[in-house]
């Protein structure tokens, strides 16, 4: 298990070092550059050609990304230029983490709570009522904009009925505690139970539009691993054998459906921000998507270099974790790995 852990570490290692090299030159592609950025289109000729010497942007871009990866290793990501103008990327990145991670933990939380034992009941019940309406509404997860839901859900539950706040982590005038930067934890931390309760319920609205496609995606795959499992010889065996139901279900059923199911919610945790793009646009939310949108929208170059850079290296990770847990789940995985 050490070796496998080693070998996909240094995968990882250079996923991301290929991947920060190609994002680096992405970005130094784009129109208008880091120049346009920082002095605007009316800047003169010669100012233009003076940040651009200074900023060592005449250089090859190999040698600019070696100089790039110098200062990150020293961590100095840059200075933003639109979305907090004058602030280092770095301290923009943690100061925004911290939302995006509690509004991602509980997108994932709703859509494992409902969409696997949703997904084994509706197998269990095939072609009854609850899998038809089951499979409906997954397919409607997955075909609604995760926007336009945002948008749908703010207006109905947020605007006309007043249920939910409309935009930010928490109301203005609570004089909460920050101890950790997730709010809801704040709260519980510190025993202020309004802010805790506030916070989440500023959660809940955007949470729920981000659930929705990894809800309708493990809804599927614990439904279709449930119905291969429960056709296969040996759960015919172990009810020939006279065990009871609840222990077939439990050493049987689920535990041979749950490895898709483990890699299915690894890669929609880590594909959350995609969506969380959207959704903290729609909700005002203060986390990494409503800074990568402002950064797109203002050109905000060493912070969208971060941020992206920083996601993909968490999609990466989690991606890494879920193959370990496969490995724990089926040794036979490491094994096969292992070359052995």
């Known amino acids: 298990m050490l070796r496998y852990t080693i070998r996909r570490l240094l995968q990882l290692l250079i996923v991301v070092g290929v991947l920060s090299l190609l994002l680096f030159a992405?970005?130094?592609?784009?129109?208008?550059g880091p120049v346009s950025a920082l002095l605007g289109e009316r800047a003169t000729a010669e100012t233009r050609a003076r940040l651009t010497e200074e900023l060592g942007l005449n250089d090859p871009i190999f040698v600019q990304?070696?100089?790039?990866?110098?200062r990150a290793l020293s961590g100095d990501f840059?200075?933003?230029?639109?979305?907090?103008?004058g602030d280092p990327a770095l301290d923009i990145f943690l100061q925004r983490l911290?939302?995006?991670l509690e509004l991602s933990i509980l997108a994932i939380i709703i859509a494992i709570a409902i969409g696997?034992?949703?997904?084994?009941?509706a197998a269990r019940r095939r072609g009854s009522v609850l899998d038809n309406l089951s499979v409906v509404s997954s397919l409607i997860g997955v075909a609604v904009p995760v926007f336009f839901l945002a948008f749908l859900l703010k207006q109905v539950f947020a605007v006309d009925l007043g249920w939910f706040p409309t935009a930010g982590r928490?109301?203005?005038?609570?004089?909460?505690t920050r101890v950790t930067g997730f709010f809801v934890l704040?709260?519980?931390l510190t025993q202020e139970w309004d802010a805790a309760w506030?916070?989440?319920v500023h959660l809940i609205l955007p949470a729920v539009a981000l659930a929705s496609i990894p809800f309708s995606v493990v809804f599927r795959i614990t439904r279709a691993s449930v119905l291969d499992v429960v056709d296969e010889d040996y759960i015919r065996t172990a009810e020939s054998k006279g065990l009871t139901t609840p222990v077939i279900r439990r050493r049987h059923v689920l535990r041979n459906a749950m490895l898709p199911v483990v890699t299915t919610i690894g890669l929609q945790t880590g594909a959350l921000l995609a969506g969380a793009v959207l959704t903290e646009t729609v909700f005002a939310f203060p986390g990494i998507g409503q800074a990568l949108a402002i950064g797109f929208e203002r050109r905000d170059y060493p912070v969208l270099l971060l941020l992206i850079l920083c996601s993909a290296g968490v999609f990466v990770l989690i991606n890494l974790l879920v193959d370990l847990s496969y490995a724990l789940i089926d040794p036979r995985i490491r094994t096969r790995g292992g070359g052995h």
Do not use: C
């Open 186 to 188: 704040d709260g519980i």
């Open 26 to 32: 992405w970005l130094r592609s784009l129109p208008g």
């Open 198 to 200: 506030d916070a989440f």
């Open 116 to 121: 696997i034992p949703l997904g084994y009941l």
């Open 65 to 70: 990304y070696i100089k790039f990866v110098g």
């Open 78 to 85: 840059g200075v933003s230029t639109g979305v907090q103008p």
């Open 98 to 100: 911290p939302a995006t």
């Open 170 to 176: 928490q109301e203005g005038g609570i004089d909460a």
